[in-house]
């Protein structure tokens, strides 16, 4: 049994069920845990949250995670009720079949189970090959197709029913890691900075974004709105310390070994040099990731906005990836925490990060 205590605004995040386009879950918790500290509290049309703090400041900070996650669609019901799906996100195909899943109805949650063809009644050619998705279908029981649609309507959304559960000390494992810490740690960021009455320069604005899974759309939207000068996104990034990943492909980064700091077109040099200064002062350990071109973050669209933005990317080493079961140290998550409240505070009045 392990002594390590999770947030609570963090572990109901985890519980939350937010695919990209259906994030209410996720945004009722932000609002409940983050809004009563902001100066300024909004929301937007595609579902965003952005609060703010020392409204009067110069230059303006954005920091943004997202709360949307990975999940299935309901696209088709045939005549035995079984439910046919297409994904939102990127998943791997291969682990779908086999999996409890919870769907979001107007009359609230129904359980199924994702199946296909069992491996007894195939040959050894289909045995070797991944199922494409129209060859899975999900299963809730019921004998028709009127009787599923008494229970479940088109469009409706699933997410895998698998629930943050700690492993071993702070070593935890979750459906959603992706990318419910990121919303986590601008939002928990804000909330420190809110209760120390810390002397900030810099406006500082927390944005919970949607939509990232699907092409970083509520970052797009929200750094308009937000007009930022400077921005520090928070998402999570590949924990390269297990096996079968080639390091020699995709760098060195560990589970437990810190935040992880980018470098690449995609971000600002002084962002990243005061990034690696404020963790220095701060005593956090971080390492280091190099990504040649726009990342696969919602750094990629905030750093494109309106006539550009100061970016820096923060990534939390993370195994098994889009998958229902990824894994994270709960202590990076803590220090990705204190170098963001420790790169607000450090930000002068004023202050420009054009080079």
């Known amino acids: 049994m392990s002594d390590y205590q999770a947030p609570v605004f963090l572990t109901e995040l985890l519980q939350a069920k937010s695919p990209s386009g259906a994030e209410a879950q996720a945004q009722a ?4 845990h983050v809004k009563p500290h902001a100066a300024a509290y909004a929301n937007d049309a595609l579902g965003n ?5 020392n409204l009067k400041g110069a230059p303006t900070l954005m920091m943004a995670g997202h709360m949307d996650e990975l999940g299935l669609m309901i696209i088709h019901v045939n005549k035995d009720g079984f ?23 107007a009359r609230g949650p129904v359980k199924g189970v994702t199946g296909k063809r069992a491996i007894h009644l195939m040959d050894d050619e289909d045995r070797k090959k991944v199922p494409k998705k129209h060859e899975i279908w999900i299963d809730i029981g019921a004998k028709t ?9 088109i469009g409706d959304v699933a997410t895998y029913d698998h629930e943050f559960e700690l492993i071993t000390g702070s070593i935890g494992t979750a459906r959603a890691f992706d990318n419910k810490v990121g919303a986590y740690i601008v939002g928990e960021a804000l909330i420190r900075l809110a209760k120390e009455k810390a002397k900030l320069n810099a406006k500082v604005v927390s944005v919970a974004t949607t939509q990232e899974e699907i092409g970083t759309r509520g970052a797009q939207t929200s750094a308009f709105a937000t007009d ?3 921005a520090l996104i928070v ?13 020699r492909k995709f760098g060195e980064t560990k589970l437990g070994g810190g935040p992880i700091v980018c470098r690449g ?44 933005v ?39 009045k004023g202050e420009s990060f054009n080079w």
């Open 29 to 32: 918790v932000y609002d409940r």
């Open 49 to 53: 949250r952005l609060a703010s703090l």
């Open 83 to 105: 439910l046919y799906f297409d994904t939102i996100g990127g998943h791997d195909l291969s682990i779908i079949s086999g999996r409890r899943v919870i769907i979001q109805t």
């Open 145 to 153: 197709k009127a009787e599923a649609l008494k229970r479940i309507a």
């Open 228 to 230: 930022p000068h400077v």
């Open 235 to 247: 998402d999570v990034g590949h924990a390269t310390d297990h096996p079968d990943c080639d390091q």
């Open 265 to 308: 077109p995609n971000i600002n040099p002084k962002v990243y040099d005061r990034l690696v200064a404020c963790a220095k002062r701060a005593k956090i350990t971080i390492q280091l990731d190099a990504d040649p071109r726009p990342t696969g973050t919602d750094a990629r669209a905030i750093q494109m906005a309106r006539g550009g």
């Open 310 to 348: 100061a970016c820096g990317l923060v990534s939390i080493p993370l195994r098994y990836m889009h998958t229902p079961s990824e894994v994270v140290d709960m202590e990076d998550v803590e220090n990705s925490v204190k170098l963001f409240v420790a790169f607000a505070k450090s930000v002068g």
